[in-house]
């Protein structure tokens, strides 16, 4: 299901030698940890406050993303529960010098990502 809410970019980041895993492309865990954060971010642009993450579901990685890479999250709210906002978030990838020369990223993972609003004691908390 496409979200309905306009995509907003939520992280944008380089990928780092540091970031790589045993083959030399990009570690998953990299790419999972922006998602989770760039869901969040979107989570509470849209009005919710303190959020945890319950589930992440249907992962894809497409392309393995290089060393060098500009990395994008794009997320939209997809859905909203009583105290849950599941957010789609897509990640795309280019080498910066593609920029400037106007060439379309690559989309290399996609994600739906549920976060709960929760209290100050982490129960969940009516949106
Ligand atoms: C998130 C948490 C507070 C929910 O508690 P809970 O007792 O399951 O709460 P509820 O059963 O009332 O569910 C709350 C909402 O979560 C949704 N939810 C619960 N489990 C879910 C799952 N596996 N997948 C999707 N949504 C889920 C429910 O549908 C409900 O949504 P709604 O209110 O919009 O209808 C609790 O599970 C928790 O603290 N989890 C750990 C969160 C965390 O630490 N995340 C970081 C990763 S380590």
């Known amino acids: 299901m496409l979200p309905e809410e306009p995509w907003l ?10 970031d790589t895993n045993a083959h030399g492309t990009i570690f998953g865990g990299l790419i999972l940890s922006l998602i989770d954060q760039a869901g969040a971010i979107a989570a509470q642009s849209k009005g919710a406050s303190k959020v945890v993450t319950v ?13 060098g890479d500009l990395i994008t999250c794009h997320a939209a709210i997809q859905e ?19 920029l400037a020369k ?11 990502v ?14």
């Open 80 to 98: 909203r529960g009583r105290t849950s906002m599941t957010v789609c978030v897509k990640v795309e990838a280019e080498a910066p010098s593609s």
């Open 114 to 127: 549920v976060y709960v609003q929760v209290d100050d004691h982490g129960r969940p908390l009516p949106l």
């Open 55 to 67: 589930a992440m579901d249907k992962i894809v990685f497409h392309e393995p993303v290089h060393v």
């Open 102 to 112: 106007d060439i379309e990223p690559r989309q290399v993972t996609q994600a739906e």
């Open 9 to 18: 970019v939520a992280i944008r980041r380089m990928a780092m030698p540091a």
